[in-house]
């Protein structure tokens, strides 16, 4: 995608938020220095902050860590599961359509941090210092932690899960085509304990899913049930009672405080550890699953992990995204220990909060750039219908368009369509560094 101001006025006038976009951010005063800014991680939020903080510095020194030689559309995968998208070259780019000639990539992975040595240690065992350190390193899927699940096995036996891979997108898109043209049978669906990437994506699937079924038009020989380790189907009350409305009329069934902890794919069963510890065993014909997720190993066992409210998580303040104990330490994206903001929303409204502070911290100047929490969830209904959820930290529907598009609790073909077709080009940018400033 090739990306100049012109493209971007285009980007921005076509989804009515050219203003949002803040396309001055290019014309900001730089602030000269050689700092050596380290960033872990190399997917949404590394990379676009790497090009944002071209923005910000004249002469920095920016690394990105990271093994992965490609860049994951992870938004796209409901996308694979709809059918949409048809290819896996669809939410896969070569990480160069993205890198600046003046960032320097290092294809491995953080073996270590050493914040009292402003140091990490890559897997091959190169010490890298840096003055600054920005943590982006995302989640690791945990299907470790379900007893008897082969990974191998996802894809095929009407066992599905988007999360895995792009090609396990596409493979669970086929599997739930060929279970909706059965002659019936139990569906279930999962929502792993904790916090996890895009929340709303076990939830989609589900839709799509009975979506599928109901087309192929023998819906009452199906049953679906949907089973959460929360008490609640989404955490904003308002969007909450009206997925519980939708689902009461497609008759899917919620099961709360219910966590998948083991799966037996021969006798087709999978048992759910309940609040009190018991277990239920349930009977399914199709399974779709979302893993349990986690910081990575080298975050999880490291001095920056929260040991408190957010265990296992970067200790961050929530406004200012800085490290509470290593002050030249900030984390970005899926990674850091926050109420909520695990999209990659919360990454496009977290990167200038981000780069501020940062600037701040380098010319001795009080943070007070604050991030609210954004974040925003499409929930695709079916193939052609969503509705715009987006929120902040007080947990209330919110907007950031300039005008009223869509009625966040409507089923509208115009957030389908926004989901489909315009959140990319506007992601795409976000990738390049440009985004409010």
């Not at 200012?320 to 695990?342: M, S």
């Not at 609790?409 to 440009?434: C, F, N, Q």
């Amino acid at each position: 995608m090739s990306i100049n101001r012109r493209n971007l006025l285009k980007t921005g006038a076509a989804l009515g938020v050219a203003g949002a976009f803040g396309f001055g951010a290019w014309e900001l005063s730089k602030t000269d220095t050689k700092a050596k800014i380290l960033i872990t991680g190399g997917g949404a939020g590394g990379l676009a902050l790497s090009n944002k903080l071209l923005h910000y510095f004249n002469g920095a020194e920016i690394t990105i860590v990271d093994p992965r030689g490609y860049h994951w559309y992870q938004p796209g995968q409901t996308l694979l599961l709809a059918g949409a998208y048809k290819s896996k070259d669809k939410v896969i780019e070569d990480n160069e359509t993205y890198l600046d000639s003046q960032v320097k990539w290092i294809s491995e992975a953080v073996r270590e941090y050493q914040p009292d040595n402003n140091q990490v240690i890559t897997s091959s065992g190169q010490a890298l210092n840096y003055d600054y350190l920005i943590v982006a390193t995302g989640l690791e899927l945990r299907y470790d932690m379900i007893e008897g699940l082969d990974i191998n096995e996802i894809g095929q036996g009407n066992i599905a899960s988007i999360y895995l891979s792009p090609e396990a997108g596409i493979a669970s898109h086929k599997q739930a085509l060929a279970f909706a043209q059965s002659k019936g049978g139990q569906a279930l669906f999962t929502r792993p304990q904790g916090a996890m990437k895009c929340a709303g994506a076990p939830m989609k699937a589900t839709n799509l899913i009975e979506y599928f079924v109901r087309k192929a038009g023998n819906r009452d020989a199906f049953n679906f049930e949907y089973f959460t380790a929360e008490n609640y189907l989404f955490a904003v009350k308002a969007f909450d009672k009206r997925l519980q409305e939708i689902w009461a009329e497609r008759q899917i069934t919620p099961n709360y405080e219910q966590t998948l902890t083991s799966l037996d794919s021969a006798a087709h069963t999978a048992t759910f550890t309940l609040a009190d510890n018991s277990q239920r065993t349930v009977d399914w014909d199709f399974i779709h699953i979302v893993p349990p997720m986690t910081t990575v190993k080298s975050i999880r066992e490291s001095e920056l992990v929260d040991e408190t409210v957010f265990k296992g998580y970067l200790e961050v303040d929530k406004y200012t995204l800085q490290h509470k104990r290593y002050p030249n330490v900030f984390g970005l994206g899926d990674t850091v220990g926050t109420p909520i903001g695990k999209t990659a929303a919360s990454v496009k409204s977290q990167l200038p909060i981000i780069a501020k502070n940062l600037q701040a911290l380098i010319t001795d100047q009080p943070l007070t750039a604050q991030w609210n929490g954004y974040t925003s969830c499409p929930m695709i209904l079916d193939v052609g219908h969503a509705m715009l959820w987006e929120f902040d930290y007080s947990l209330e529907p919110m907007t950031t368009l300039p005008f009223p598009v869509v009625d966040p609790l409507d089923k509208s073909e115009t957030a389908w369509v926004m989901e489909k077709s315009l959140i990319r080009p506007v992601y795409d940018v976000m990738l390049h560094g440009y985004t409010p400033v």
